[in-house]
């Protein structure tokens, strides 16, 4: 018993076949592939070979009935970035029916030429293959919004966990991270370490409120972060207390300036005439006078420093080492 099938049926059921003759001539062609190729006759017209050695070894393999040859790539001439996958079948000795496929090209071969469900058979899953693809790069883009708001978020618990919320200064912990790497860069970028504290602010507190003080405490910050240069760092890492990394080639010289410009600043400050005015203690350590390599002993002789400077009384600055009040 035969078959016997027309072009027109065959296009619709395959609409990516082709049936050639051992010349090359094509005498039917899929709806799809018409759609792509346009109106061409011969399959070296509508595939990329090398030459026309190539062309004949091709048909011939086609039509040898050699299972091996079956399977094959064909690229589009003038397409050449869209591969095709195709199997090949001999009928008889005069008509191979090749049928093609795009594989993972898919959907830029749909988008590219404009395909649609009614160009594909009614059986092929090619659409729902196709479905599949758009949904999972719809769950792909939702993954990846998702991540970049997690992200987000992350850095924004980092940001809000060195800062502080009154001030809006690195706190300790901010502090701890940006002291670490000034010390192990002392070297090529000198720094002075200053530790200040205002004086008697819990008098402050004590008869103005909690919120006069917090008042004064970000008036300070605004004070210290205006004084210091670019680059400069600093940090509330207690009541009212504040320290300050400033980079300078000539830390002695430079600190002092620094130093007394911020003690007149603060000083300013207006406070009810029961309290007079308010007033900083700065101690000041330099990695120059430190013997060795411990970052914590810079930290506890700008301590020292603090407690000596308000020895001597109020709105005073000492730099470590130094037997006079500056």
């Known amino acids: 018993m035969s078959l016997k099938i027309n072009s027109g049926d065959l296009g619709k059921l395959m609409p990516m076949h082709l049936a050639v003759d051992p010349e090359g001539r094509v005498y039917s062609c899929g709806k799809i592939l018409a759609k792509i190729l346009g109106n061409v006759s011969k399959i070296d017209e509508m595939f990329l070979f090398q030459d026309e050695s190539c062309v004949k070894y091709f048909l011939s393999q086609i039509f040898s009935g050699n299972p091996s040859a079956e399977r094959f790539l064909l690229r589009i001439n003038g397409d050449p970035a869209l591969p095709l ?5 001999k009928i008889s000795q005069n008509i191979s029916i090749i049928n093609l496929g795009f594989g993972v090209h898919l959907s830029s071969a749909v988008q590219e030429y404009n395909l649609t469900s009614t160009d594909f058979s009614p059986s ?9 693809h758009e949904a999972n790069l719809a769950v792909l883009s939702e993954l990846a919004r998702a991540n970049t708001y997690l992200e987000a978020a992350r850095n924004q618990a980092q940001i809000l966990s060195i800062t502080d919320p009154l001030t809006g200064l690195l706190n300790r912990r901010g502090f701890d991270s940006e002291f670490s790497a000034a010390f192990e860069r002392r070297k090529i970028h000198p720094f002075a370490l200053l530790h200040l504290d205002l004086d008697s602010f819990k008098e402050v507190n004590d008869l103005l409120g909690h919120s006069a003080g917090d008042r004064i405490l970000i008036e300070v910050s605004t004070i210290l972060t205006e004084e210091v240069r670019a680059g400069d760092k600093v940090f509330r890492v207690g009541g009212d207390e504040f320290l300050l990394l400033i980079f300078t080639p000539e830390p002695h010289s430079e600190i002092q300036k620094i130093s007394k410009r911020i003690i007149t600043k603060i000083e300013a400050i207006k406070l009810p005439s029961i309290l007079g005015k308010v007033s900083a203690s700065i101690g000041i350590a330099i990695p120059d006078d430190l013997q060795g ?3 914590e002993k810079l930290l506890e002789f700008s301590d020292k420093a603090l407690y000596k400077a308000k020895s001597y009384g109020q709105g005073k600055f000492i730099i470590w080492k130094e037997a006079v009040v500056l």
């Open 85 to 89: 996958r195709g199997q090949s079948i």
């Open 124 to 132: 092929d899953l090619a659409m729902e293959f196709l479905f599949l």
């Open 293 to 295: 390599n411990c970052r």
